[in-house]
């Protein structure tokens, strides 16, 4: 039996965060929703995910609206990591690949999640949603990220 498709994600977070966890080493990581376990479970080996930052620091008035980050989620369950101050966030391991902040403004029209140009971000309040393979194509061209490090090539050539 072979494995299932792998699904494709938008997450939410600040352009600080999300950068703070494709840069980490040795593997990089994201985290969702303030840190809650339950969003990250929905998530498998494979998924790609990109991240999308209405703005450059956590609550800040300092508008972005921003796909910053994009990678590919890594074997393994959701685990905690104390920061301290009794702040305990779930992550997973993501495989981040090379790409480009892009502008979410110039999509919107192309998107297949978005139902209401005028109401567009009402999904980004939940912190991770999913989104079809055409979105995620739409997305990683904006990034200028390579197609194939993300497992995205051979679902364009079975939908040509």
Do not use: N
């Amino acid at each position: 039996m072979s494995a299932p498709a792998p699904r494709h994600w938008i997450a939410v977070a600040s352009a600080e965060h999300a950068l703070r966890g494709r840069d980490h080493t040795p593997v990089g990581f994201m985290q969702v929703c303030h840190g809650k376990s339950a969003p990250l479970q929905r998530l498998r080996a494979g998924d790609v995910v990109a991240c999308y930052a209405p703005a450059l620091t956590m609550g800040g008035k300092d508008r972005l609206q921003r796909f910053v980050s994009l990678g590919v989620v890594q074997a393994g369950e959701p685990y905690a990591v104390d920061m301290g101050g009794g702040f305990v966030p779930h992550r997973r391991d993501v495989r981040y690949v090379s790409a480009q902040p892009a502008p979410i403004a110039p999509l919107l029209d192309e998107f297949d999640f978005v139902e209401d140009r005028q109401r567009w971000g009402h999904k980004f309040r939940f912190g991770l949603f999913e989104v079809s393979s055409d979105d995620m194509r739409r997305i990683a061209r904006a990034m200028r990220a390579d197609l194939a490090s993300l497992g995205l090539v051979q679902a364009e050539a079975t939908a040509q």
